[in-house]
């Protein structure tokens, strides 16, 4: 069987140095907001070309922290893909705000600039963008846009960590970027994780103190805050698998390049740009028999994903939050299959899950 994704097999290689800083990290006696954290914090800034870094729990209050510590007037507007994952329009509504969902190029996955336009209120503050399955999203114009029209920009980077656009990383284009950094993730933890990046002092230096119960200094209190540190432990963890990220992301661009070249025509491929530099936290592939796609993978032994089978609009979360009709992310969502591409997966893995679906290909 071809797992999805086996964490214990992607984790196998780096786990002499995970024991090692898991050791240190027990033996120091400082487990939350100590050197690990400080370290790390410095490291991932680097990585992603930004001044800040700030360590959070995970990356859904990465997006809240950042959204109110925009100063928003209340209830505004913020355009967000129809598509996305539904963390992100979570964010919004948390953090006391309406989202207004945007429909996504069909090619991409991504939100559709051209879009924008149309979907802009007067009540419109901001933009949160996802940059979804490891692509950037067209940040170019997507910023021209919100500089044209006074907007904020969110970035949600949980799925992007070292993907570029014209050689810049994603979580550098907006106010802030927004990193989860859980399991699954191409720099994952080994539990909840995130962060928040940004080259604005002011919003880096409330973000500090909102992460830490509105609190820099102990017992002074400054803002309304919440818990929502990043802790030791994790840091710790993520500071050796940062280390190895660019290798990872090589890896996976590798086993990308095997699908690009073996799946048969009937099956709609990601778009490739050349000024975008993919890091295919997800292959997420489409087909108008997806259902019956996935079922024949798993009868030959793999195992695959949906991301996601529900649309945000059609969830009942959702509902009298959302309202509308969107068929284009129904669309994506009804065809979309997300096939394996882990950093514990082989090339034989990838050429015996091409050959599988040249076979469905040729049977129907």
Not at 70 to 91: E, H, R
Not at 107 to 123: C, H, I, R, V, Y
Not at 176 to 181: E, R
């Amino acid at each position: 069987m071809i797992e999805y994704e086996s964490l214990g097999l992607s984790n196998q290689a780096f786990m002499t140095d995970l024991e090692a800083a898991a050791s240190r990290v027990i033996r120091s006696g400082w487990y939350v907001l100590g050197q690990e954290v400080s370290a790390f914090e410095s490291e991932f800034a680097q990585y992603i070309g930004a001044k800040h870094c700030i360590g959070v729990a995970n990356g859904l209050d990465a997006l809240i922290l950042s959204i109110e510590a925009l100063d928003l007037p209340k209830n505004s507007d913020i355009l967000v893909a129809s598509n996305t994952y539904i963390a992100t329009i979570l964010a919004i509504v948390r953090a006391g705000h309406q989202p207004v969902l945007v429909e996504p190029e069909l090619e991409t996955f991504n939100m559709d600039p051209a879009q924008l336009a149309g979907a802009m209120t007067a009540k419109t503050r901001a933009i949160c963008v996802t940059h979804l399955f490891g692509k950037s999203c067209r940040m170019d114009a997507i910023g021209a846009f919100a500089q044209a029209h006074g907007l904020k920009v969110v970035e949600d980077c949980a799925q992007s960590h070292g993907a570029k656009l014209a050689g810049q990383m994603t979580g550098t284009f907006g106010d802030a970027g927004c990193f989860s950094f859980y399991p699954t993730k191409n720099l994952g933890a080994l539990g909840d994780a995130g962060a928040v990046v940004t080259n604005d002092d002011a919003l880096a230096d409330r973000l500090r103190h909102t992460r830490n119960y509105g609190s820099k200094q102990k017992y002074v209190n400054e803002y309304l805050g919440v818990n929502s540190r990043l802790d030791e432990m994790q840091a710790a963890l993520l500071r050796v698998k940062l280390r190895h990220l660019d290798a990872m992301t090589a890896h996976k661009r590798s086993l990308a390049e095997i699908y690009f070249e073996h799946l048969p025509q009937g099956f709609t491929l990601p778009r490739r740009r050349e000024d975008e530099y993919d890091v295919f936290h997800i292959f997420g592939i489409r087909h108008e028999k997806r259902d019956e796609l996935r079922s024949w993978l798993l009868n030959k032994g793999i195992k695959t994903e949906i991301h996601y089978p529900i649309a945000p609009h059609r969830q009942k979360a959702m509902q009298g939050i959302l309202s509308g009709e969107y068929p284009v992310a129904d669309s994506l969502h009804a065809s979309e299959l997300s096939l394996p591409i882990s950093v514990g997966h082989t090339s034989d893995d990838i050429a015996r899950i091409s050959e599988a679906a040249v076979q469905f290909d040729l049977a129907h």
